[in-house]
Nanobody, 123 residues
């Protein structure tokens, strides 16, 4: 499975941004797609994900209430809608895919990773 993330860029504080991540290859083996972010000098943390079974979205604490995770009907593309962005949201955002059937929150639970897309929020 290959993951291609896009949509990053420069945005002003208070603004919004939508990231996309498309899975190709054996995407049918993927049950969950998620988003993580890694700020400079910090650990990679879970932002949110979607379980294709039931299209159930779930979120970590890092951006809860300001993000929405959704997917397309083909279950190959996941979106991360981010609102009310703050300078501290500046990070590289990674999409990931997992073959587990639960609600994975941790990096090791994900099997495939995209290359990351940089989001910079200016003050």
């Amino acid at each position: 499975v290959q993951l291609q993330a896009s949509g990053g860029g420069l945005v002003q504080a208070g603004g919004s941004l939508r990231l996309s991540c498309r899975a190709s290859g054996r995407a049918e083996s993927v049950y969950v797609m998620g988003w993580f972010r890694q700020a400079p000098g910090k650990e990679r943390v879970f932002v949110g994900g979607i379980r294709w079974s039931g299209d159930s979205a779930y979120y970590g604490d890092s951006m809860k209430g300001r993000v929405t995770v959704s997917g397309d009907n083909a279950k190959t593309t996941v979106y991360l809608e981010m609102n009310s962005l703050k300078p501290e949201d500046t990070a590289v955002y990674y999409c990931a895919a997992a073959r587990v059937r639960g609600l994975p929150l941790l990096q090791y639970q994900y099997d495939y990773w995209g290359q990351g897309t940089l989001v910079t929020v200016s003050s």
